[in-house]
């Protein structure tokens, strides 16, 4: 299974409310392309249909071997920014490295309000 991160390239949401846009989405798949298609084709999710109905593109910009659980890491800690090579140029661990020790991975289970450590 793969997680992966999605850059749209504007901004999507309530534009008079800067913490209720997204620019990123993460999602697992087992068939990343299979995904993909179903973003394109509305049939995907609330966020990369409302990207497509507005004609806003977006692209696959880093992936992690790993499923649901580390796709709820990463967005608990809201890391997506910093994960994004694009969002984030210049990040010290390299846009497509990301190690998760096993116990965090269990414990983002019990809590949500969370830091990205990167
Ligand atoms: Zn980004």
């Known amino acids: 299974m793969i997680v992966y991160l999605l850059h749209f390239e504007t901004p999507l949401g309530n534009p008079n409310n800067p913490r209720a846009m997204a620019s990123h989405y993460i999602g697992w798949a087992h068939d990343l392309a299979g995904r993909m298609r179903d973003h394109r084709s509305g049939h995907g999710a609330a966020l990369t249909r409302a990207a497509n109905e507005r004609g806003i593109s977006y692209q696959v910009v880093a992936t992690w071997p790993g499923d649901r659980a580390l796709e709820r890491w990463i ?8 994960l994004c090579p694009i969002c984030a140029q210049a990040h010290p661990l390299g846009p497509f490295t990301i190690h998760l020790p096993v116990s965090d991975l269990v ?4 809590y949500d309000r969370v830091e990205c450590p990167f």
Do not use: E, T
């Open 75 to 82: 967005k608990l800690r809201k890391c997506a920014p910093r």
């Open 107 to 110: 414990q983002v289970q019990s």
